[in-house]
């Protein structure tokens, strides 16, 4: 394994490169829920736990809602064993730190979307983020066609930086509709 010693610079350009690589790991995560996977369903999890968000008036916290939490912690767990068994210790450290700093950030601000009131609004950042976020929302499925909902669009979060990078580098990205924030 190549080794590459600690100090202030490759820190911060492992760094980068770890934000960046995480914001992937992000967007194939969603997709990957989406889609069916060696057979395995997975957009029905999703579409049943959190896509029904926009059609059931008194949304809770349910059993649906707690397996997706836990298919997204085990994809999450499952990219940061393959950090720890591809990199050096410190490098390694570096992207699994990065990723819970980014996947925390992200189930924050994800849960500020659906906030009538969110403190966030007041950057510019947020509400193209939300816009992008309701577009992404706005591919629903009908009875026995899922279709429409596995071919969605936006499925990344990149914060105030990156915003939808990755959807723009992978062909997933659609511009959001309408003037809602």
Known sequence: MLSIEF????GTVVFIIAHIVNLF???LIHFILHQRIVGIPFY???????????YVSNYKLDFLTFVEYMVWTLLTLSFFAVYHFLFVDW???VFIGEGAIVATFT??????YDSKNPWMI???WFVKSRKLHRTHHSFKAEVGCFEPFMKAKNYAFGGPLT???ADHCLGTFASSKGGES
């Open 7 to 10: 100090n202030l610079f490759n």
């Open 25 to 27: 790991s992000i967007w």
């Open 44 to 54: 029905l999890i999703h579409l049943k736990a959190h896509h029904r968000i926009d």
């Open 91 to 93: 490098i390694a450290w």
């Open 107 to 112: 189930h924050y601000v994800h849960d500020q």
């Open 122 to 124: 007041r950057y510019t």
């Open 163 to 165: 915003i939808n990078l």
